[in-house]
T-cell receptor
Framework: SQQGEEDPQALSIQEGENATMNCSYKTSINNLQWYRQNSGRGLVHLILIRSNEREKHSGRLRVTLDTSKKSSSLLITASRAADTASYFCATASGGGADGLTFGKGTHLIIQP | DAGVTQSPTHLIKTRGQQVTLRCSPKSGHDTVSWYQQALGQGPQFIFQYYEEEERQRGNFPDRFSGHQFPNYSSELNVNALLLGDSALYLC??????????????FGNGTRLTVT
């Protein structure tokens, strides 16, 4: 079963604009991670935010986490054509192991 | 520094057959996880291997089994293939910190088609 649900399922914006995608989850978590997947390839880790953190930045990426609402958002600023990909949130719920539960993803298209 | 490598890249099998997929982790990583990704879906966790033992398992039947070797490489075996097993199989490696906060490094996957 998939815990995370990304919203929207698909997003198309113009190059240079900001892209925001959201993730909701159901159970308590240790951390939440965002990954990017280019068509037909493996996933690339973008950023990890722990349950006791509220916001984290990495380059053009900004992630927020609201554990009271069980939700997270990923903001990509000044988008580029190379940002076109599917973005997934994934949660780790504890137990000391690293098995992640992924959502269904948001497919982002950056139009030149 | 080689990343995660998987073989083969593509595979076509017939229902009822058995398949073995292989994975070499990123240098320095000791933990290997396997995921199944159906078309248009997110990856689903199959199982994770650490110190040659299955440490965690997702909601997959016993037809799915695995192995980790002393050099940390891993195999995924699927018996009695069903049409629904057609998917992209992803291997991911990480450091076995035991805290669940080690980012995963993914290979490019094996595309399995069952006919």
């Amino acid at each position: 079963s998939q815990q995370g649900e990304e919203d929207p399922q698909a997003l198309s914006i113009q190059e240079g604009e900001n892209a925001t995608m959201n993730c909701s989850y159901k159970t308590s978590i240790n951390n939440l991670q965002w990954y990017r997947q280019n068509s037909g390839r493996g996933l690339v880790h973008l950023i990890l935010i722990r349950s006791n953190e509220r916001e984290k930045h990495s380059g053009r990426l900004r992630v927020t986490l609201d554990t009271s609402k069980k939700s997270s958002s990923l903001l990509i600023t000044a988008s580029r054509a190379a940002d076109t990909a599917s973005y997934f949130c994934a949660t780790a719920s504890g137990g000391g192991a690293d098995g992640l539960t992924f959502g269904k993803g948001t497919h982002l298209i950056i139009q030149p | 520094d080689a990343g995660v490598t998987q073989s083969p890249t593509h595979l076509i099998k017939t229902r009822g057959q058995q398949v073995t997929l292989r994975c070499s982790p990123k240098s320095g990583h000791d933990t290997v996880s396997w995921y199944q990704q159906a078309l248009g879906q997110g990856p689903q966790f199959i199982f994770q291997y650490y110190e040659e033992e299955e440490r965690q398992r997702g909601n997959f039947p016993d037809r799915f089994s695995g192995h980790q070797f002393p050099n940390y490489s891993s195999e995924l075996n699927v018996n009695a293939l069903l049409l629904g097993d057609s998917a992209l199989y992803l291997c991911a490696s990480s450091l076995g910190t035991g805290t669940g906060d080690s980012p995963l490094h993914f290979g490019n996957g094996t595309r399995l088609t069952v006919t």
